[in-house]
């Protein structure tokens, strides 16, 4: 098995939090696109185990440095 490092909120998984994450995120929420499972877990930033407007805001504040 390989152990792979993933981001908390970077559902593209592409090593960058930006703004494509949150509206992947919101797409989510919105039943726009459906995540996969592993979306789910790394979009689910409070792990709450629920993929809302609170996952948004703490992506949010990470990308703008308000961790």
């Known amino acids: ?3 792979v490092t993933v981001i908390a909120g970077d559902v593209t998984q592409d090593n960058i939090l930006n703004v494509v994450d ?10 726009t696109f459906s995540p996969s499972e592993k979306q789910k877990v790394i979009a689910d ?6 993929i809302n407007v609170v996952d948004i805001i703490a992506l949010v504040n990470i990308i703008v440095g308000e961790e």
């Open 22 to 31: 949150i509206v992947m995120i919101v797409n989510f929420i919105t039943d």
């Open 45 to 50: 930033m409070n792990n709450d185990d629920l």
């Open 1 to 3: 098995n390989t152990c």
